[in-house]
């Protein structure tokens, strides 16, 4: 039995698993946490829109207490 690889139109084969880029978790994490936060009186912000080099986000809880997390892609 032939079995032909078929490309996806991002050029990977089907079966591989997607790579996620850091930009694509960033915005990923500020969507999910974002209601949560601005309920209990805080804020989530990217590094970009708090002028911070590289990818993260910013935690700003309700306490004015600041948590800086940031993303980075492993290479192996």
């Known amino acids: ?44 912000h990217s590094f970009a829109e708090w002028t911070l080099a590289g990818h993260g986000i910013v935690l700003v809880l309700s306490t004015g207490q600041e948590f800086w997390l940031t993303l980075a892609e492993a290479s192996f």
Not at 6 to 22: L, Q, S, V
Request: glycine fraction near 12%.
């Open 1 to 44: 039995m032939n079995m032909k690889t078929r490309k996806t139109n991002n050029g990977k084969t089907k079966g591989e698993p997607k790579g996620f880029t850091p930009q694509e978790v960033e915005r990923s994490v500020l969507k999910a946490l974002a209601p949560a936060l601005e309920a209990r009186g805080g804020s989530i």
